[in-house]
């Protein structure tokens, strides 16, 4: 399985924006230069993220994003599905009757893999952004 840069740095800057998002809007180049994430991909992250209505913009001179749901209520899940993260462990279609090598029957560890593609979901759709903040300054301690 492997999660592309566009959803773990989505992951990250929420991460990062549930933490400062206490009094005011935190602005990309914060987020930017505290993660080490370039600001234009960031500008097309959080367009997405701004879609999916996760984060909603604030405009002005103290503008910038903030959390559009309590962090606790924000599930991983909903991250990677606003920036079009799938988590996948075969190349094939669920519904697909052909398998992922292309033959009319599936392979004989198809259902393994499914299996830990369940796992590795739940595992993300339990876990919210007020988590990894908690966790984050807990390790800090």
């Known amino acids: 399985m492997k999660l592309t840069s566009k959803g773990r740095y989505a992951v990250m800057a929420l991460a990062d924006l549930a933490r400062f998002n206490n009094v005011n809007p935190v602005s990309l180049r914060d987020i930017s230069l505290r ?3 370039s600001l234009d991909y960031l500008e097309q992250i959080f367009s ?3 879609k999916k209505e ?10 910038g994003y903030i959390l559009n749901k309590k962090a606790k209520e924000i ?4 991250i990677f599905d606003a920036v079009d993260e799938k988590v996948k462990t075969v190349q094939c279609k669920k519904e697909s009757k052909k398998g992922c090598n292309g033959k009319a029957t599936k392979c004989l560890t198809h259902n393994l893999w499914d299996e830990l593609e ?3 979901y739940n595992f993300f759709d339990e876990k919210s952004l007020e988590d990894l903040v908690k966790e984050n300054s807990e390790r800090r301690i």
């Open 75 to 78: 599930k991983l899940t909903n």
């Open 118 to 120: 369940n796992h590795i």
């Open 48 to 50: 997405k993220l701004r």
């Open 35 to 37: 993660q080490g994430i």
């Open 54 to 63: 996760i984060v909603q913009s604030v405009r002005g001179t103290q503008g």
